[in-house]
């Protein structure tokens, strides 16, 4: 038995290189079946409230099959990237692996440029629904949605040439216009829809008071707002990524992560939308206090029969005020003082124009609502 200590086939590079597949590999596939789960859950939720009578629905709908589709492409692309590099590291010298790599890296190119447009739409039409048209926002969210087509198509091209010409150096500005682009959208669009939101509850505060708990309305911007700063983050260390701060490995990560969050972010947003849930709701379940008013009656003369009943008062969100009204049977020939009446009168005129107010509040409330409704008439 020799004594001489066994070589390895691998370097300790490739080893680690190996090891950074695996993983990354792993991660992916536990993000695509999240994807796959999630884009289930949302087609059946749209199908189920009606695609036919909706556009919005039928076109949500088309776009998370679409970027599935896409996501199936990428995952599969870099499973084939992942096995060629393995695969070479064998030192076979009949073994090419150049023409596999080569036609996988062009199909995540484009599969992935897809997913980011895609999700880019979703993001710039959920604010452009909110605004009327020929407005500012709008122009600037077109401006956008062309910005970053243009930098997708460009970066593409450049990516492509990169893989099939050995000669040609893809220059580091070029590099970093695709993630800048995405971000810059991103932050337009949550930065207006956070002044919506601010618009909105400025509105409610004027007309309603101040609610410890928010509308349905309200709750949904604030979602978007939130879900959007979150993904303005993820674009943030992507591009972090691509400058160089960040190191080789966490690149890595944030690449394979970023195409399949494209896909998860906007059925995240669906669904709960459609179960009208936001962080603030799930943690802290606020309670709409509203001041119940509080109305003094006369007494009733002495020897009289009292009978109280509840009046319930709408107030717009579904919450109502309890009025306590009281109805007075008197005997024969007793009756109340004038006084009395009188009062009774001033107070029924409070309660009437009380009542009167808080209908045109509510009218006006469900108005803003329907025509400013950050979801439009048929989001989901």
């Known amino acids: 038995m020799s004594d001489e200590p066994l070589q390895s086939v691998l370097t300790s590079d490739d080893a680690f290189g190996v090891e950074t597949i695996i993983v990354t590999e792993s991660i992916e596939g536990l993000l695509y079946g999240l994807e796959f ?72 190119c484009v599969f992935v440029r897809i997913s980011y447009l895609l999700g880019d739409i979703i993001v710039v039409w959920r604010a452009w629904i909110l605004f009327d048209k020929w407005s500012f926002a709008r122009i600037l969210l077109t401006l956008c949605m062309l910005l970053s087509f243009g930098v997708a198509v460009v970066s593409a091209v450049f990516d492509i040439r990169t893989v099939l010409d050995d000669n040609f150096v893809f220059s580091t500005p070029v590099r970093y216009l695709l993630p800048v682009a995405l971000l810059f959208t991103n932050v337009v669009t949550t ?47 992507s591009l972090l990524g691509v400058v160089g701060v960040l190191n080789y490995t966490v690149d890595d990560y944030v690449s394979t992560l970023a195409p399949h969050a494209e896909t998860i972010y906007p059925n995240i947003i669906i669904l709960l939308t459609t ?46 005020h309890v009025i306590p009204t009281t109805i007075n049977h008197h ?50």
């Open 37 to 108: 789960f999630l884009t289930f859950c949302t087609g059946y939720l749209l199908v189920r409230q009606g695609v036919r009578n909706s556009t919005a629905r039928f076109f949500l709908l088309i776009a998370i099959a679409i970027m599935l589709v896409d996501s199936t492409a990428v995952f599969a692309g870099n499973i084939v990237f992942g096995v060629v590099q393995i695969k070479g590291l064998v030192g076979d010298s009949n073994y090419d692996p150049t023409p596999a790599m080569a036609i996988a890296s062009i199909v995540l």
């Open 191 to 237: 930065v207006l829809i956070g002044y919506k939101s601010w618009q909105y509850r400025a509105f409610i505060k004027v007309h309603l008071g101040e609610m410890n708990r928010k509308s349905k309305v309200e709750g949904i911007l604030i979602l978007l707002v939130e879900s959007g700063s979150l993904y303005c983050a993820l674009w943030l260390v």
């Open 331 to 380: 005997e024969p020939g007793v009756g109340p003082s004038s006084s009395s009446v009188s009062l009774k009168e001033d107070q029924s005129h409070q309660v009437e124009q009380e009542y009167k107010h808080r209908e045109e509040v509510a009218v006006a409330v469900r108005r803003i609502q329907s025509n400013h409704s950050p979801l439009g008439t048929s989001y989901v």
């Open 275 to 320: 179960l009208q849930k936001t962080h603030w709701d799930t943690t802290l379940q606020g309670s709409c206090q509203i001041p119940s008013m509080s109305m003094c009656f006369a007494l009733a003369p002495i020897r009289s029969e009292t009978r109280d009943l509840n009046r319930s008062v709408p107030v717009g969100f579904g919450q109502s």
